[in-house]
């Protein structure tokens, strides 16, 4: 079956820092797409991250020269490095992957999510 495993939330101090990771498999097409949403009680699920096949990175201008992306194709993971967190940035973090098994179509699979909480 499908799985996208996430790991590494948890709770930090204001400016300190988190890695996460997601770990999809059971998928059978190519990935292209990967990334992170972030959902907070009360407001609308938000994209914050993704990385391409060919390792290119976008991020939404709030997390940007704090968030930093990786990826290694061959098993399908990816990684959020999140420095200087700030109680904004306190979510349940999604993973999503990207998948074409052929170029009409695409499906995305989402993982359950790891919760960041960032708090003094």
């Known amino acids: 079956q499908v799985q996208l495993v996430e790991s590494g939330g948890g709770l930090v101090q204001p400016g300190g820092s988190l890695r996460l990771s997601c770990a999809a498999s059971?998928?059978?097409?190519?990935?292209?797409?990967m990334g992170w949403y972030r959902q907070t009680p009360g407001k609308e699920r938000e994209w914050v991250a993704s990385?391409?096949?060919?390792?290119?990175?976008n991020y939404v201008d709030s997390v940007k020269g704090r968030f930093t992306m990786s990826r290694e194709n061959a098993n399908n993971t990816i990684w959020l490095q999140m420095n200087n967190l700030k109680p904004q940035d306190t979510a349940v973090y999604l993973c999503?992957?990207?998948?074409?098994?052929?170029?009409?179509?695409?499906?995305?699979?989402w993982g359950q999510g790891t919760q960041v909480t960032v708090s003094s």
């Open positions: 990385i391409n096949s060919g390792l290119n990175t």
């Open positions: 999503y992957a990207q998948a074409r098994p052929q170029t009409s179509m695409m499906y995305e699979y």
């Open positions: 059971g998928i059978t097409f190519s990935i292209g797409t």
